[in-house]
């Protein structure tokens, strides 16, 4: 298979990069073993706008997967919040017990990262607790890199990665994907802190996607390619 990087694009003249790009790669045949990971910069921001960002995608997450081919809920390459690489719960996105309420209490640095990676400094058997976090936030090969909301990708490269659109070379695909993300982390940065950890995700996909519509108002195309896509997986 052939992976495609590209360079950090900005504004419109990025989306333009983006659309040629598309129009010379017509052709190549795109399965189901491919992903379209989207990387947003995440260099300005502190521990705090990643626990928001964090809570805000795990809001909207199961009507994600539903925009999405179902496949995409049970690959260990887009795994789903809270749940760890070959767990039997794999497949069942969106039912992290507590997830909430503990991330909402998150109160430093070192909580998100204990919270996100499952790990401590202060475990028994750890040789060097100066070091620990810095050997794995900075180790490539780390499980939990793999997560559709990818914040480790934060602590080794300053960019939010996100996970879980299966592979396209259809622009208007990847320009309505772009906006979608943008907006769900505009809104997480934006909206007031309590605000946010107060809200709670609803009890069915369908509930989740209408608050996805809301943070994507003033792109009312965008609305419209989501109302479809999930429209299309109902």
């Given at each position: 298979?052939?992976?495609?990087?590209?360079?950090?694009?900005?504004?419109?003249?990025?989306?333009?990069?983006?659309?040629?790009?598309?129009k010379?790669?017509?052709?190549?045949?795109?399965?189901?073993?491919?992903?379209?990971?989207?990387?947003l910069?995440t260099?300005?921001?502190?521990?705090?706008?990643?626990?928001?960002?964090?809570?805000?995608?795990?809001?909207?997450?199961?009507?994600?997967?539903?925009?999405?081919?179902?496949?995409?809920?049970?690959?260990?390459?887009?795994?789903?919040?809270?749940?760890?690489?070959?767990?039997?719960?794999?497949?069942?996105?969106?039912?992290?017990?507590?997830?909430?309420?503990?991330?909402?209490k998150?109160?430093?640095?070192?909580?998100?990262?204990?919270?996100?990676?499952?790990e401590t400094?202060?475990?028994?058997?750890?040789?060097?607790?100066?070091?620990?976090?810095?050997?794995?936030?900075?180790?490539?090969?780390?499980?939990?890199?793999?997560?559709?909301?990818?914040?480790?990708?934060?602590?080794?490269?300053?960019?939010?990665?996100?996970?879980?659109?299966?592979?396209?070379?259809?622009?208007?695909?990847?320009?309505?994907?772009?906006?979608?993300?943008?907006?769900?982390?505009?809104?997480?940065?934006?909206?007031?802190?309590?605000?946010?950890?107060?809200?709670?995700?609803?009890?069915?996909?369908?509930?989740?996607?209408?608050?996805?519509?809301?943070?994507?108002?003033?792109?009312?195309?965008?609305?419209?390619?989501?109302?479809?896509?999930?429209?299309?997986?109902?």
């Amino acid at each position: 298979g052939v992976e495609f990087y590209s360079p950090v694009l900005c504004g419109q003249a990025g989306l333009d990069e983006i659309k040629t790009f598309c129009k010379f790669a017509k052709g190549i045949p795109v399965n189901t073993r491919c992903g379209l990971h989207l990387h947003l910069g995440t260099k300005d921001c502190s521990w705090h706008d990643m626990r928001k960002i964090w809570y805000a995608y795990a809001l909207v997450e199961s009507a994600i997967y539903h925009l999405l081919p179902r496949r995409r809920s049970h690959t260990h390459f887009a795994v789903p919040y809270g749940i760890s690489i070959g767990s039997p719960n794999i497949s069942v996105p969106n039912r992290f017990t507590g997830f909430f309420l503990h991330v909402s209490k998150i109160k430093n640095k070192k909580e998100l990262l204990e919270t996100y990676y499952g790990e401590t400094a202060d475990a028994e058997g750890v040789k060097n607790k100066k070091t620990f976090w810095k050997t794995i936030c900075k180790a490539h090969q780390v499980d939990k890199r793999y997560n559709g909301c990818n914040l480790h990708s934060h602590f080794y490269r300053k960019t939010l990665e996100i996970r879980y659109h299966q592979g396209t070379l259809d622009y208007n695909k990847i320009y309505h994907w772009i906006v979608m993300n943008m907006n769900i982390c505009k809104t997480a940065l934006t909206i007031n802190d309590r605000t946010l950890l107060s809200l709670k995700p609803g009890a069915s996909a369908k509930k989740n996607f209408t608050r996805l519509l809301q943070w994507n108002r003033g792109y009312p195309k965008t609305q419209k390619y989501l109302k479809k896509q999930f429209q299309l997986s109902v």
